[in-house]
């Protein structure tokens, strides 16, 4: 048995290694508790509106044929929770799904053409008005992925709709290199305290509240996930009692994509 001597370069590499070794361990847990944290985070919601479909169905299986008067209730509540399924499976499915294979295609886009389409296709769908506005001098033909801008559009339009009242407004402006694309709101906004907390996964200001809209905290973080992968960049300002504006920020088509 001859002991092995190290000198001191040797032994400093060795410690070195321990080090990154442990990192790399604490990075794998770390990354391993949050995937963890997601799944229950999101069988959660998904069970929340389960629940609701079996007791309707149940209801409707014991009690239905002699109680028709029961139909119109269970089967109005059937029909919405599980339209909050599918859009919650979605949400996560893109959230679960890595940007690389989004398959973006970056291209100019017609800013002001999808502002009136997203808008036309928000007052068909919930019947609330978007007020579409262009700076004077026109706007400038934005360089993006068009389907992920349009849904980017859709999540904050959706959030202005659920909380709010009054009229949504939408406005296109142009700045140098820069598009801005702002949404804005009169609703309940944000408390200040909250706002750096939005962002986060199945995060909600007020619980009941934002379970009653329907939303599971998912929105904003999808945003900002559609946002990094594209480009954009988001800026989100609220004032409790006031409203909340959203500006989302793409290069120009003619800036070559470069913001
Ligand atoms: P949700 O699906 O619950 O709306 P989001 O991730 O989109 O989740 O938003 C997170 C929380 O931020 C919401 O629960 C809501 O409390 C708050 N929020 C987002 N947008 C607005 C808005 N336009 N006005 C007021 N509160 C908002």
């Known amino acids: 048995f001859t002991r092995l001597e190290l000198d001191d370069k040797s032994r ?4 070195e290694m321990g080090q990154t070794f442990n990192e ?3 990075l794998l847990e770390s990354n391993y508790l949050k995937q963890e944290k997601f ?3 999101a069988s959660h919601e998904l069970r929340t509106p389960l629940t609701v479909i079996e007791s309707y169905a149940s209801l409707l299986k014991r009690r239905g044929l002699e109680h028709p008067e029961l139909f119109e209730e269970s089967v109005e509540a059937i029909h919405s929770e599980a339209i909050r399924m599918k859009e919650l499976t979605e949400q996560l499915l893109l959230l679960a799904r890595h940007k690389d294979h989004w398959n973006l295609s970056l291209a100019a886009v017609d800013l002001e053409e999808l502002a009136e389409g997203s808008a036309r296709a928000f007052r068909y769908a919930y019947g609330r ?3 579409v506005s262009v700076s004077p001098g026109g706007v400038a033909h934005g360089y993006s992925d068009e389907a992920k801008l349009k849904q980017l559009l859709f999540i904050f339009l ?3 709709r659920k909380y709010s009242d009054g009229e949504i407004s939408l ?17 309940i906004g944000i408390p200040k305290a909250e706002l750096p907390k939005v962002f986060d996964r199945f995060y909600r200001v007020d619980e009941a509240r934002g379970r009653k809209q329907g939303g599971a905290g998912l ?16 800026e989100l300002d609220s004032v409790e009692g006031l409203g909340t504006t959203v500006k989302i920020r793409i290069a120009a088509a003619e800036s070559g994509g470069a913001l």
């Open 219 to 234: 929105g904003l973080s999808l945003a900002a996930e559609i946002a990094e992968a594209i480009g954009a960049q988001l």
């Open 39 to 41: 799944v229950s985070d």
């Open 24 to 26: 790399m361990i604490a």
């Open 158 to 160: 959706d959030n202005a």
């Open 12 to 15: 400093d590499e060795l410690v």
């Open 171 to 187: 406005t296109l402006a142009s700045a140098g290199p820069e598009c801005v694309i702002t949404i804005a709101d009169r609703g």
């Open 129 to 131: 008005e978007v007020a």
